[in-house]
Protein backbone atom coordinates (compact mmCIF):
# COMPACT_ATOMS: atom_id res chain seq x y z
CA UNK A 1 0.00 0.00 0.00
CA UNK A 2 1.16 3.50 -0.91
CA UNK A 3 2.69 4.99 2.01
CA UNK A 4 2.79 8.60 3.75
CA UNK A 5 5.60 9.75 1.21
CA UNK A 6 4.52 8.37 -1.51
CA UNK A 7 0.58 9.88 -1.15
CA UNK A 8 2.15 13.39 -0.64
CA UNK A 9 4.30 13.43 -4.16
CA UNK A 10 1.63 12.34 -6.05
CA UNK A 11 -0.65 14.91 -4.09
CA UNK A 12 2.27 17.53 -5.31
CA UNK A 13 2.30 16.22 -9.03
CA UNK A 14 -1.43 16.69 -8.72
CA UNK A 15 -1.50 20.01 -7.77
CA UNK A 16 1.31 21.27 -10.04
CA UNK A 17 -1.21 20.17 -13.18
CA UNK A 18 -4.21 20.90 -12.47
CA UNK A 19 -4.01 24.04 -9.77
CA UNK A 20 -5.92 26.99 -11.09
CA UNK A 21 -7.22 25.10 -14.37
CA UNK A 22 -10.31 23.99 -15.22
CA UNK A 23 -11.66 20.60 -15.89
CA UNK A 24 -12.73 20.17 -19.60
CA UNK A 25 -14.04 16.69 -19.12
CA UNK A 26 -14.47 14.25 -16.12
CA UNK A 27 -15.65 10.65 -15.99
CA UNK A 28 -16.06 9.14 -12.09
CA UNK A 29 -16.10 5.49 -12.71
CA UNK A 30 -18.13 4.76 -9.26
CA UNK A 31 -21.30 3.61 -9.20
CA UNK A 32 -22.20 6.03 -6.66
CA UNK A 33 -21.24 8.68 -9.05
CA UNK A 34 -21.52 7.72 -12.26
CA UNK A 35 -23.62 10.76 -12.58
CA UNK A 36 -21.82 13.31 -11.63
CA UNK A 37 -20.24 16.04 -13.51
CA UNK A 38 -17.04 17.85 -12.61
CA UNK A 39 -17.03 19.59 -15.88
CA UNK A 40 -16.41 23.24 -15.05
CA UNK A 41 -14.60 23.28 -11.92
CA UNK A 42 -11.60 24.40 -11.19
CA UNK A 43 -9.19 22.87 -8.54
CA UNK A 44 -7.88 25.07 -6.25
CA UNK A 45 -5.79 22.92 -4.25
CA UNK A 46 -4.52 19.21 -4.01
CA UNK A 47 -3.33 17.96 -0.65
CA UNK A 48 -2.67 14.50 0.89
CA UNK A 49 -3.98 13.88 4.39
CA UNK A 50 -1.95 10.49 5.85
CA UNK A 51 -2.63 8.19 3.08
CA UNK A 52 -6.03 10.05 1.40
CA UNK A 53 -5.84 12.80 -1.31
CA UNK A 54 -7.96 15.55 -1.34
CA UNK A 55 -8.27 17.19 -4.39
CA UNK A 56 -10.39 20.71 -3.61
CA UNK A 57 -12.18 22.65 -6.43
CA UNK A 58 -13.82 26.03 -6.84
CA UNK A 59 -17.32 24.61 -6.92
CA UNK A 60 -16.67 23.71 -2.61
CA UNK A 61 -16.32 20.70 -3.24
CA UNK A 62 -14.01 17.93 -3.14
CA UNK A 63 -12.87 14.58 -4.41
CA UNK A 64 -11.00 11.98 -2.20
CA UNK A 65 -9.56 9.25 -3.04
CA UNK A 66 -7.27 6.31 -1.34
CA UNK A 67 -4.91 4.27 -3.33
CA UNK A 68 -5.33 1.06 -1.14
CA UNK A 69 -2.72 -1.11 -2.46
CA UNK A 70 -2.51 -0.78 -6.13
CA UNK A 71 -3.95 2.02 -6.73
CA UNK A 72 -1.72 4.93 -8.57
CA UNK A 73 -2.83 8.23 -10.53
CA UNK A 74 -1.14 8.19 -14.01
CA UNK A 75 -0.63 12.33 -15.44
CA UNK A 76 -0.40 12.57 -18.65
CA UNK A 77 -1.30 14.82 -22.17
CA UNK A 78 -5.22 14.78 -22.69
CA UNK A 79 -6.09 11.64 -24.70
CA UNK A 80 -9.21 9.08 -25.10
CA UNK A 81 -9.28 7.88 -22.22
CA UNK A 82 -9.38 3.95 -21.94
CA UNK A 83 -11.84 1.58 -21.86
CA UNK A 84 -9.98 -0.57 -18.97
CA UNK A 85 -11.81 -1.71 -16.50
CA UNK A 86 -9.37 -1.00 -13.75
CA UNK A 87 -9.89 2.76 -14.26
CA UNK A 88 -11.47 4.55 -11.68
CA UNK A 89 -11.50 8.29 -12.98
CA UNK A 90 -10.59 10.11 -15.57
CA UNK A 91 -10.22 14.31 -15.08
CA UNK A 92 -9.35 16.69 -18.19
CA UNK A 93 -7.87 19.61 -18.64
CA UNK A 94 -6.46 21.67 -21.49
CA UNK A 95 -3.32 20.42 -21.22
CA UNK A 96 -3.37 17.57 -18.81
CA UNK A 97 -5.50 14.51 -17.84
CA UNK A 98 -5.36 12.48 -14.43
CA UNK A 99 -6.11 8.80 -14.36
CA UNK A 100 -6.88 7.20 -10.93
CA UNK A 101 -6.23 3.16 -12.06
CA UNK A 102 -7.25 0.84 -9.17
CA UNK A 103 -8.55 3.46 -6.66
CA UNK A 104 -10.12 1.47 -3.74
CA UNK A 105 -12.04 4.73 -2.61
CA UNK A 106 -13.30 7.15 -4.45
CA UNK A 107 -15.87 10.28 -2.75
CA UNK A 108 -17.30 13.21 -3.70
CA UNK A 109 -18.28 15.39 -0.85
CA UNK A 110 -18.65 19.08 0.30
CA UNK A 111 -14.67 20.27 1.42
CA UNK A 112 -16.02 21.59 4.46
CA UNK A 113 -17.42 18.02 5.12
CA UNK A 114 -13.87 16.54 4.63
CA UNK A 115 -13.85 15.31 8.28
CA UNK A 116 -16.01 12.82 7.99
CA UNK A 117 -13.59 11.08 5.91
CA UNK A 118 -10.21 11.54 7.15
CA UNK A 119 -11.81 13.38 10.71
CA UNK A 120 -10.80 10.00 12.75
CA UNK A 121 -7.21 10.19 11.52
CA UNK A 122 -3.96 11.35 13.90
CA UNK A 123 -1.84 13.42 13.21
CA UNK A 124 -0.23 13.25 9.46
CA UNK A 125 3.41 13.03 9.62
CA UNK A 126 3.71 14.98 7.03
CA UNK A 127 1.14 17.23 7.61
CA UNK A 128 1.07 20.89 9.12
CA UNK A 129 -0.86 19.06 11.97
CA UNK A 130 1.81 17.07 12.81
CA UNK A 131 2.32 17.09 16.70
CA UNK A 132 4.64 14.00 17.69
CA UNK A 133 3.60 14.91 21.66
CA UNK A 134 -0.17 14.39 20.42
CA UNK A 135 0.83 10.75 18.11
CA UNK A 136 2.64 9.52 21.43
CA UNK A 137 -0.57 10.93 23.91
CA UNK A 138 -2.72 8.40 21.55
CA UNK A 139 -0.42 5.37 21.12
CA UNK A 140 -0.31 5.33 24.81
CA UNK A 141 -4.30 5.07 25.07
CA UNK A 142 -3.48 1.13 24.55
CA UNK A 143 -0.61 0.73 26.70
CA UNK A 144 -0.83 -3.32 26.10
CA UNK A 145 -0.76 -2.95 22.89
CA UNK A 146 2.58 -4.27 20.50
CA UNK A 147 4.39 -0.96 19.13
CA UNK A 148 4.25 -2.20 15.56
CA UNK A 149 0.02 -2.82 15.52
CA UNK A 150 -0.29 1.17 17.14
CA UNK A 151 2.08 2.68 14.66
CA UNK A 152 0.06 0.94 11.90
CA UNK A 153 -3.41 2.33 13.09
CA UNK A 154 -4.19 5.73 11.47
CA UNK A 155 -5.95 7.11 14.34
CA UNK A 156 -2.94 6.97 16.52
CA UNK A 157 -0.71 9.20 13.74
CA UNK A 158 -1.22 8.90 9.97
CA UNK A 159 0.94 8.45 7.19
CA UNK A 160 3.16 5.20 8.05
CA UNK A 161 2.43 1.63 6.51
CA UNK A 162 4.54 -1.26 6.98
CA UNK A 163 7.58 -0.28 5.20
CA UNK A 164 7.71 2.56 7.47
CA UNK A 165 7.17 1.02 10.43
CA UNK A 166 9.44 -2.22 9.59
CA UNK A 167 12.26 0.57 8.68
CA UNK A 168 11.69 2.75 12.09
CA UNK A 169 11.48 0.05 14.68
CA UNK A 170 14.63 -1.86 13.35
CA UNK A 171 16.77 1.33 12.99
CA UNK A 172 15.45 2.16 16.44
CA UNK A 173 16.49 -1.43 17.77
CA UNK A 174 12.61 -1.61 18.61
CA UNK A 175 10.95 -5.35 18.24
CA UNK A 176 7.30 -4.68 16.51
CA UNK A 177 5.56 -7.00 18.87
CA UNK A 178 6.57 -5.36 22.12
CA UNK A 179 3.70 -3.84 24.15
CA UNK A 180 3.32 0.07 24.48
CA UNK A 181 3.91 -0.18 28.19
CA UNK A 182 7.73 -1.51 27.55
CA UNK A 183 8.83 1.10 26.00
CA UNK A 184 10.06 4.34 27.90
CA UNK A 185 8.93 8.07 26.38
CA UNK A 186 12.08 8.13 25.55
CA UNK A 187 11.90 5.32 23.55
CA UNK A 188 9.13 6.24 21.63
CA UNK A 189 10.39 9.45 21.40
CA UNK A 190 13.00 8.08 19.05
CA UNK A 191 10.85 6.63 17.01
CA UNK A 192 8.51 9.49 16.48
CA UNK A 193 11.22 12.10 16.04
CA UNK A 194 12.22 9.89 13.09
CA UNK A 195 9.42 9.52 11.35
CA UNK A 196 9.06 13.20 10.03
CA UNK A 197 12.59 13.65 8.50
CA UNK A 198 12.73 10.38 7.28
CA UNK A 199 9.49 10.55 4.95
CA UNK A 200 10.33 13.85 4.00
CA UNK A 201 13.66 12.83 2.22
CA UNK A 202 11.73 10.20 1.01
CA UNK A 203 9.12 12.15 -0.81
CA UNK A 204 12.13 14.33 -2.79
CA UNK A 205 12.89 10.93 -4.49
CA UNK A 206 11.35 9.51 -7.05
CA UNK A 207 10.54 5.93 -5.12
CA UNK A 208 9.84 5.06 -1.64
CA UNK A 209 13.62 5.14 0.27
CA UNK A 210 14.46 4.81 4.03
CA UNK A 211 18.18 4.14 3.26
CA UNK A 212 18.86 7.37 1.04
CA UNK A 213 19.45 4.61 -2.12
CA UNK A 214 16.80 4.08 -5.18
CA UNK A 215 18.80 1.07 -6.21
CA UNK A 216 17.27 -2.03 -6.61
CA UNK A 217 17.09 -4.14 -4.00
CA UNK A 218 19.15 -1.06 -1.51
CA UNK A 219 15.74 0.90 -0.88
CA UNK A 220 14.71 -0.35 2.99
CA UNK A 221 16.79 -1.68 6.23
CA UNK A 222 14.59 -4.32 6.93
CA UNK A 223 10.98 -3.85 4.79
CA UNK A 224 10.86 -6.94 2.37
CA UNK A 225 14.34 -8.50 3.29
CA UNK A 226 13.46 -11.41 5.19
CA UNK A 227 15.83 -14.39 4.71
CA UNK A 228 18.67 -12.26 3.54
CA UNK A 229 21.09 -11.30 5.76
CA UNK A 230 20.42 -7.98 8.24
CA UNK A 231 22.91 -4.77 7.04
CA UNK A 232 23.72 -4.45 10.38
CA UNK A 233 24.58 -7.89 12.03
CA UNK A 234 25.05 -9.69 9.39
CA UNK A 235 21.86 -12.44 10.79
CA UNK A 236 19.10 -13.29 8.98
CA UNK A 237 16.22 -11.08 8.48
CA UNK A 238 12.62 -12.44 9.10
CA UNK A 239 8.82 -11.69 8.89
CA UNK A 240 5.79 -12.42 10.85
CA UNK A 241 2.39 -10.71 11.53
CA UNK A 242 1.46 -7.80 13.33
CA UNK A 243 -2.30 -7.00 14.82
CA UNK A 244 -5.48 -8.96 14.86
CA UNK A 245 -7.47 -9.99 11.62
CA UNK A 246 -8.54 -9.00 9.70
CA UNK A 247 -6.27 -5.69 9.94
CA UNK A 248 -3.33 -8.48 10.42
CA UNK A 249 0.03 -7.29 8.52
CA UNK A 250 3.45 -8.18 6.98
CA UNK A 251 6.21 -6.51 9.28
CA UNK A 252 10.44 -7.20 8.97
CA UNK A 253 12.66 -6.97 11.44
CA UNK A 254 16.39 -8.60 13.07
CA UNK A 255 16.11 -10.88 16.10
CA UNK A 256 19.60 -9.37 16.88
CA UNK A 257 19.07 -5.96 16.48
CA UNK A 258 15.74 -5.93 18.08
CA UNK A 259 16.02 -8.13 20.89
CA UNK A 260 14.59 -11.57 19.82
CA UNK A 261 11.55 -13.08 17.85
CA UNK A 262 7.88 -12.65 17.24
CA UNK A 263 5.33 -14.25 19.12
CA UNK A 264 4.54 -17.23 17.43
CA UNK A 265 8.23 -17.14 15.33
CA UNK A 266 9.54 -20.68 15.43
CA UNK A 267 12.99 -18.96 14.55
CA UNK A 268 13.04 -21.89 11.34
CA UNK A 269 14.94 -20.61 8.59
CA UNK A 270 12.85 -18.22 6.02
CA UNK A 271 13.65 -18.23 2.51
CA UNK A 272 14.38 -14.68 0.83
CA UNK A 273 10.70 -12.85 -0.03
CA UNK A 274 9.92 -13.98 -3.78
CA UNK A 275 12.00 -17.15 -3.51
CA UNK A 276 10.28 -19.91 -4.61
CA UNK A 277 11.39 -23.58 -4.58
CA UNK A 278 13.52 -24.64 -7.12
CA UNK A 279 11.97 -26.61 -10.41
CA UNK A 280 13.25 -29.89 -11.30
CA UNK A 281 15.07 -30.07 -14.93
CA UNK A 282 11.99 -30.66 -17.36
CA UNK A 283 9.31 -29.65 -15.34
Not at 213 to 226: D, I, L, N, P, Y
Request: aromatic fraction near 4%.
Amino acid sequence: MPEGDSVFRTAQALHRAFAGTTLTGAELRWPSLATRSLTGWTTVEVVARGKHLLHRFDSGQTLHSHRRMEGRWEIRAPAPAPGHHQLRAVLTTAEKQALGWQLGELDLVPTAAEHTLVGHLGPDVLGDDWDPVVAAQRLRRQPERPVGAALLDQRNLAGLGTMWVSDLLFLTGILPWRPLSELSDSDLSRVLDRARPALQRSATRPIPSSTGSTRHGETTWAHGRSGRPCRRCGTPMRVAMAGTAPQQRTLFYCPQCQGGLAPGDDGRPQAPLGAGPRRRPGR
